[in-house]
C-alpha cells in the first residue's frame, strides 16, 4: 500500500522475553521516526533515522531498546527482556525532508502487552 | 532540548462553542509546527501546520498562528462539532529535524 505499515499490529509476550517490531514506510521518504504511545504520556520520541546519517538515539529509555534501518527502508525497533512498563503502543511515522513539508505520515501502531 | 506544552485536557465544550487549545514551545532557532490530530479508534494525522513566523495554518475550520514573540501556536475553532471529538497533539520539528510533541489534548463535543 502507499502508507506506512506496521507489524505485528497487536503483540502479547511475557515479562522478559525479545520482540521485535516491524515498520515499513512511505517509499522515498528519507527519514523514519519510532515513537511509543502510553495511556496519559502522549507520544514520546524514542528514535529518528535520516538518510544515512547516524541515528539519532536520543529518546530510548534503556540499552533494552534498540533500532535499525536497513537498506533505508524497512525499520526494526528491537525490545529486549521486556518488562510491563514495556507495554504501550508503538508508533512508526516517515516523512519528506523539511524542505518538502516536513510532516509525518503515521503507521496504524504496533500494540504490545507485556505480560 | 527543544519541548512543547499544551494544556492538560479532557476539554469537554458543546456544539457550536469555541475552541482554544494553547499550545508553547521552546526551541532554539525557528522550528516547524504542526497540529496533528487522532480521532477515536483510528492512527494519527496532520491537521495544519506552519512553517514560519507570522504564519496560519488552517483545515476543517481548524486555524492555528505561529507566534514567535510568544512561542505559542495555540489551535482554534469557531464552531466545533460533535465529529471533532478526537485528541489533539501539538508538535514541533526543530533543527536537528527531531519532532516532538506535547501530551495530547482530549476533546470532548457534546450535542
Known amino acids: 500500500g502507499a502508507g506506512v505499515s506496521q507489524s505485528p499490529s497487536n503483540k502479547v509476550t511475557e515479562k522478559g522475553k525479545d520482540v521485535e517490531l516491524r515498520c515499513d514506510p512511505i517509499?522515498?521518504?528519507?527519514?523514519l521516526y519510532w515513537y511509543r504511545q502510553s495511556l496519559g504520556q502522549g507520544l514520546e520520541f524514542l528514535i529518528y533515522f535520516q538518510g544515512n546519517s547516524a541515528p539519532d538515539k536520543s529518546g530510548l529509555p534503556s540499552d533494552r531498546f534498540s533500532a535499525e534501518r536497513t537498506g533505508g527502508s524497512v525499520s526494526t525497533l528491537t525490545i529486549q527482556r521486556t518488562q510491563q512498563e514495556d507495554s504501550a503502543v508503538y508508533l512508526c511515522a516517515s516523512s519528506l525532508n523539511r524542505e518538502v513539508g516536513g510532516e509525518l505520515f503515521f503507521g496504524e501502531g504496533s500494540r504490545l502487552t507485556v505480560l | 532540548g527543544n519541548s512543547v506544552t499544551q494544556m492538560e485536557g479532557p476539554v469537554t465544550l458543546s456544539e457550536e462553542a469555541f475552541l482554544t487549545i494553547n499550545c508553547t514551545y521552546t526551541?532554539?532557532?525557528?522550528?516547524?509546527l504542526f497540529w496533528y490530530v487522532q480521532y477515536p479508534g483510528e492512527g494519527l494525522q496532520l491537521l495544519l501546520k506552519?512553517?514560519?513566523?507570522?504564519d496560519k495554518g488552517s483545515n476543517k475550520g481548524f486555524e492555528a498562528t505561529y507566534r514567535k514573540e510568544t512561542t505559542s501556536f495555540h489551535l482554534e475553532k469557531g464552531s466545533v462539532q460533535v465529529s471533532d471529538s478526537a485528541v489533539y497533539f501539538c508538535?514541533?520539528?526543530?533543527?536537528?529535524?527531531?519532532?516532538?510533541f506535547g501530551k495530547g489534548t482530549r476533546l470532548h463535543i457534546l450535542p
Open positions: 506552519a512553517t514560519k513566523a507570522d
Open positions: 517509499s522515498g521518504h528519507t527519514a
Open positions: 508538535a514541533l520539528r526543530g533543527r536537528d529535524d527531531k519532532i516532538i
Open positions: 526551541a532554539t532557532g525557528y522550528p516547524s
